[in-house]
């Protein structure tokens, strides 16, 4: 209080002098008025509020990026093991599998512009536009993610179950990802503070993939019940003693594996709360000059034609399209490929582990990276990074330590394909916002698309794989599979992800947005921001006079 009073008499006169004598306008007058009442009004602003303004604290840097632990932990842990989980615990045909799996993963893409659209309606609160989205879904989206690793004790409803809840649960989590997605850009208006925000998040996110992959890996390894001999494994021996070994024993063990599952599943809904409760209480939403929607409130329909019209945005979405495809293929089908292929059965999810441990200590290493290089270059050196070591993995002889040290090694250019699509995706909504000065307040619509695509991506994938294995004839729970499987899972997991990587940067060869424009971009927008706030003043101004 006392140095509030001797600043307001002694610092505040000489930045806003007075303007003695009758000579002076009463507009000079006002301004010098103003420039009074807006240092005081700043003075009385709450230190968090003058914060926001300028530079983010690492503590705010840290609670938004504990906010996306929550999707990267249930993504990865429905990426890594419901394939296997669907296939070899709930005992479901490959074909329906293979449906809900694609189902679940399509609709979740639906939901993602619808939510977009919604959210970038929706009316201010005082939590923010973003937060009531995230705060609200958490409780259902939790319950529904616990309800998909449930096996019902009826088999004729399994597939039904598993489409409502996965596809609930999917929705839900939209509403969470969507919003704290587009919060990148209210958190600060300084794009070296969002990227620095990025950064911190990506190292989050990673670490929430390893934590995922952690938590039901070694949670379910420890439960894992034995297969079952079929074919050729058979002798005439085991066909007498056949009932009792496949049918009693893999019966309890099965029934563990399932308890196991719950157990992860348990363990991850608690996180996930905890998590969204870090974000809500750490995070103050900014009302930045884009919140106001300066144009008319545009159609669902039109917000795909605006999003999908700009060019370096189209081009910069499908080309992490098809790199992002390309991870899919390898992170749906690797859980299979190490336990059938490679025979490492007992040492997947340690496998796994070893991977996200890797990404998540390169993150720091991709973001020096493309701050030194630039971020065109970072996606041409990382993402082509992983080719060696698909190829390896595939025609190298099996081996458990050569394996353990290719998969640390694929695991830096992991990094590089979760850090690079969010930290360029702001790039092009600034630009679109440099093209077109007179429509703002449509980044949800940017993200969710994003999120759309990459979602849809993922249910082909998925998709995809499962029916692949339906196709080559897949045996739950074999102790060994065909020729054909075999030959199926390295296509999956090294041919095909090669492919889509090449498509994928022959399309970032024409995204315009390179180290100058960027730099270009963020001065052009830096100068509307205050142009717009002179224009303010002065409106003010001449309603005071």
């Known amino acids: 209080m006392l140095f509030d009073i001797i600043f307001r008499f002694t610092v505040l006169p000489d930045l806003c002098p007075p303007i003695p004598g009758s000579s002076h306008s009463r507009v000079e007058l006002a301004k010098s008025e103003l420039c009074l009442l807006g240092i005081e009004k700043q003075l009385q602003s709450p230190p968090s509020m003058r914060e926001s303004r300028g530079r983010l604290s690492v503590c705010s840097k840290l609670c938004y990026a504990i906010g996306g632990a929550p999707y990267q932990i249930t993504g990865c842990a429905i990426g890594f093991f419901l394939q296997i989980y669907l296939l070899d615990v709930a005992l479901l045909d490959p074909f329906y599998a293979s449906i809900i799996l694609f189902v679940g993963r399509a609709w979740d893409a639906i939901t993602d512009p619808t939510v977009g659209f ?28 616990f309800l998909i690793w449930y096996v019902p004790s009826v088999d004729q409803g399994k597939i039904v179950w598993y489409l409502i809840f996965y596809c609930s649960f999917q929705t839900l989590q939209t509403c969470f990802h969507v919003p704290y997605s587009a919060l990148t850009m209210f958190i600060s208006t300084e794009q070296k503070e969002r990227d620095s925000a990025t950064a911190y998040r990506m190292t989050v996110e990673v670490l929430g993939t390893l934590i995922g992959t952690a938590v039901q890996g070694q949670i379910v390894g420890m439960a894992n019940a034995p297969c079952i001999s079929t074919g050729k494994d058979l002798n005439s021996t085991d066909l007498q003693g056949a009932p009792e070994v496949n049918i009693t024993e893999p019966h309890v063990s099965l ?21 969204a409760m870090v974000l809500f209480l750490g995070v103050k939403e900014q009302k930045a000059d884009s919140y106001e929607v300066l144009t008319e409130p545009m159609s669902f329909f039109q917000g795909i034609r605006m999003v999908m019209g700009h060019g370096p945005y189209a081009k910069l979405v499908m080309g992490f399209l098809f790199t992002s495809l390309a991870f899919m293929f390898l992170e749906g089908n690797f859980a299979l490929f190490c336990s059938y292929t490679l025979g490492f059965r007992n040492d997947f999810q340690n496998i796994l582990l070893v991977i ?35 190829v390896s993995v595939v025609f190298v002889p099996s081996n458990l330590i050569v394996t353990y040290v290719v998969s640390f090694a694929a695991g830096v250019s992991v990094a590089a394909a979760f850090l690079l699509p969010w930290s360029m995706l702001p790039d092009a909504v600034d630009d679109f916002k440099v093209q077109n000065p007179e429509s703002q307040g449509h980044e949800a619509i940017f993200y969710s698309f994003y999120v759309f695509f990459t979602k849809f991506a993922s249910g082909v994938s998925l998709g995809v794989s499962t029916l692949s294995l339906d ?8 102790c060994t599979q065909p020729a054909e499987v075999d030959l199926t899972l390295k296509i999956l997991v090294s041919a095909a992800p090669i492919v889509l990587i090449i498509i994928g940067l022959l399309i970032f060869i024409s995204y315009p947005i390179n180290e100058e424009k960027r730099q270009g971009n963020r001065k052009i927008l830096n100068e509307q921001r205050e142009n717009e706030i002179d224009s303010e003043t002065d409106s003010t101004e001449l309603n005071v006079v």
Do not use: D
């Open 118 to 145: 919604l959210v970038s309606r929706s009316p201010w609160t005082r939590f923010g536009r973003m937060m009531p989205w995230i705060v609200l879904s958490t409780p259902f989206a939790v319950l529904c993610y």
């Open 255 to 275: 029934e563990h594996l399932r308890n196991a599952y719950m157990i992860a599943s348990g363990v991850i809904c608690s996180i996930y709360v905890v998590c």
């Open 356 to 390: 996200m441990l890797s990404a998540t200590l390169a993150i720091p290493f991709w973001q020096w990276f493309l701050t030194k290089f630039g971020k065109k270059t970072a996606v041409y050196i990382g993402t082509t990074s992983v080719v060696p070591f698909l």
């Open 471 to 478: 196709f080559a004839g897949y045996v739950t729970r074999g």
